[in-house]
Structures are given as C-alpha cells and as structure tokens.
C-alpha cells in the first residue's frame, strides 16, 4: 500500500510511497536498461512479479526493431504480464556522469517519450519510478527538478492521461522529490 503525499497540476500528478509493481493503474514505467532483458532494482521487481510474457515480449523487441538495445531516453511498451497494471512502459535512464553535457535532457526525454507512448495506447493511469536515481546514479535533486518539469510540459498539450503517480520506495526520495519539485 501507499500513503497519499501532496498532489499537482489540479492533482493530474500524485506523489505516493510504495512498490510501483502493485499499482493498478493502466501502465507502469520500468526504468530498464538498454538491453531491455533485466536487471537490479525496480527492473528486477517488475519482471518478477510481472512474469515472462514481459520478458518474452522485451527479447521480441531485440529482435525485431532495436537489434543493439533500446537508446537511452527512449521508451517502448509490452503489455503487463502478470502485473495489475495492463501494459509496462520500459525506459532507459542516463547513466550519471556518462554524457554530462546531454543527461538533463535525456532522462527528461524518458518522461516524455514514456508519456507519448502512454498517450498512443488510451492510457488514463501512468506510474513512473524514480528514473535513473538508483543505480544510475542520477542526483535525486535534479532528477525532481527534471522530471517534474517534463510531466508538466507534456501534461499542458495533453488532456487524456487524467492520473500521474510517482511512486517512491523511500519516504525519503519522496522528501527529496518534493522540495525539489518544479511543477508550478
Ligand atoms: P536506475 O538504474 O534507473 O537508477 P533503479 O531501479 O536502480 O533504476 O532505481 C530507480 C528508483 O526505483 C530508485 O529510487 C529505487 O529506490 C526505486 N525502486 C526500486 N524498486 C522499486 C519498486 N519496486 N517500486 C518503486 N520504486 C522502486
């Protein structure tokens, strides 16, 4: 379960607290790797309790239409697997410290191709981990700032997805996250 923290954007957006992998919402976002076939952290967490559709669908994309892996700041979907929510939307963070004069705007990109996807699927609900603050290392800071600001980029062109979550493992993420926050 969740505890509700404050809301945005006329509480098109959500802040909570828990596992994003029990979120029924119509879509959850993975922040995979790029070879999209599993990893640590919130990617472990989705593909096990997900199942191996989502991994059966991930290897057709590898071998299909991104042979070399899937571009960091890109995103592409499979459906939900075992998960509540009825399609996983799989993102590749920056690595922090790999591309300094670009990772701003590619873990903005995440959010926002993750949130075109979601709006070419009839998407209503979207879940969105921490992107690239766990193991890639991004400072949680500027991810807040980043993120937020791409949420609400694209939420003022777009009047179909009505509910944003962030989810946080860590009450003190979600701290982090709301001083820092640049959503008005
Ligand atoms: P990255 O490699 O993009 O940094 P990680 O999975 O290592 O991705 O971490 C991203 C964020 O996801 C971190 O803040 C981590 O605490 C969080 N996280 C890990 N497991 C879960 C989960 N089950 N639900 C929600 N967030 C999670």
Known sequence: MSDALPTFLDERVRVLIGDITTHDVTAIVNAANSTLLGGGGVDGAIHRIGGPQIYAECKQIRETTHP?????????????????????????????????????????????????????????????????????????????????????????????IREVRLVFFHPSDARVFLEYQEFE
């Open 68 to 160: 070399n892996g899937l571009p960091t700041g890109e995103a592409v979907i499979t459906t939900g697997g075992n998960l509540a929510a009825q399609y996983v939307i799989h993102t590749v963070g920056p690595i922090y410290g790999r591309n300094p004069a670009r990772e701003a705007e590619l873990l903005a990109a995440c959010y926002d191709n993750s949130l075109r996807i979601a709006r070419q699927y009839a998407v209503l609900s979207i879940a969105f981990p921490s992107i690239s603050t766990g193991a890639f290392g991004y400072p949680k800071p500027a991810a807040a700032a980043i993120s937020s600001r791409a949420i609400r980029d694209f939420l003022t062109t777009d009047n179909q």
